[in-house]
T-cell receptor, first 115, second 113 residues
């Protein structure tokens, strides 16, 4: 079975530009979460979406936005890029049901470099 | 902020058991202990979780102290492929799906041949 797929794998942008990252969850999973991981740190939560609705948001500026589509895939958008946005962006999928101890399954991420 | 404290790095000889400690002295009664690991250039991978009893699966064992203030992840026979950053995370049980994982810096385990 296919795992979580993210595209592109690598991306180079310049300051002020906008970027869109894409994620396809595991088949049957209805929830997608986005995390940002800067070098040397653990991943930080950005957003969670379930059934096309935002269910959680981390401490990130409004330049960050996301959406989930009817097929449960998701996009993360970042506007007005800053050098500090350079990071590995991880997508995680889960069933999204009210279950005990739901596990997250992560993709390999998109490495974004802002010059 | 992460609710756990882990040593920044550890070494382990190949074939030996790797014992990774985690302190979670403020854990609540409804919080589980989760372990994820992240191999270089990949996303985090779920390993194991537990509430108060010791747990074992095909990847690892989890030993939780009786007062639940600390735990140890055990990789019984470490291989070079176990070299990774290991994250210990506490998270509420019966999660509605809305509670994100809060990662700290983890422990960088190096398995040495």
């Amino acid at each position: 079975d296919a795992g979580v797929t993210q595209s592109p794998t690598h991306l180079i942008k310049t300051r002020g530009q906008q970027v869109t990252l894409r994620c396809s969850p595991i088949s049957g999973h209805k929830s997608v979460s986005w995390y940002q991981q800067v070098l040397g740190q653990g991943p930080q939560f950005i957003f969670q979406y379930y059934e096309k609705e935002e269910r959680g948001r981390g401490n990130f500026p409004d330049r960050f936005s996301a959406r989930q589509f009817p097929n449960y895939s998701s996009e993360l958008n970042v506007n007005a890029l800053l050098l500090g946005d350079s990071a590995l962006y991880l997508c995680a999928s889960s069933l999204g049901q009210v279950v005990n101890n739901e596990k997250l399954f992560f993709g390999s991420g998109t490495q974004l470099s802002v010059l | 902020d992460a609710k756990t404290t882990q040593p920044p790095s550890m070494d382990c000889a190949e074939g030996r058991a790797a014992n990774l400690p985690c302190n979670h002295s403020t854990i609540s009664g409804n919080e589980y202990v989760y372990w994820y690991r992240q191999i270089h250039s990949q996303g985090p991978q779920y390993i194991i979780h537990g509430l108060k009893n010791n747990e074992t699966n095909e990847m690892a064992s989890l030993i939780i102290t009786e007062d639940r203030k600390s735990s140890t992840l055990i990789l019984p026979h470490a291989t070079l492929r176990d070299t990774a950053v290991y994250y210990c995370i506490v998270r509420v049980a019966y999660d509605s799906g809305n509670t994100p994982l809060v990662f700290g810096k983890g422990t960088r385990l190096s398995v040495i041949a």
